[in-house]
């Protein structure tokens, strides 16, 4: 992956609901709505922070073969970056949450 030298980070993110609305109706790939291919992505998800898991509105589970957890330790120039853009009144967020307008 270009880039990530300076970056190792994953983040996992499965893609904005709108985007397979969107690939459902223009292409009639009725079974490729986020309603659809969300079943899925939970059962592929071990979600190792309880926290996200028992808060989550059912976006997230445990016991899939895919391991997701939390940084613990995030780096120092993320969190002032956060901190910055939640003072201007931009929420953090769930990236694979019911809403993904934040940081």
């Known amino acids: 992956m270009g880039g990530s030298s300076a970056i190792i980070w994953d983040i996992y993110n499965r893609g904005n609901r709108l ?6 109706q223009t292409y009639n790939l009725t079974n490729w709505s986020y309603d659809e291919v969300l079943p899925y992505f939970l059962l592929a ?3 190792t922070d ?4 028992n808060n989550n509105g059912g976006y997230h589970n445990i016991g899939g073969p895919v391991s997701i957890s939390t940084e613990n330790k995030p780096d120092p120039i993320v969190v002032a ?3 910055a853009a939640n003072s201007v009144g ?3 967020v769930d990236l694979n949450g019911e809403n993904q307008s934040g940081i």
Do not use: H
Not at 19 to 24: E, G, L, P, Q, T
Not at 50 to 53: H, Q, S
């Open 19 to 24: 985007d397979y609305d969107n690939w459902a």
């Open 45 to 47: 998800e071990n979600n």
């Open 50 to 53: 309880l926290n996200i898991v």
């Open 81 to 83: 970056f956060r901190d």
């Open 90 to 92: 931009i929420p953090t």
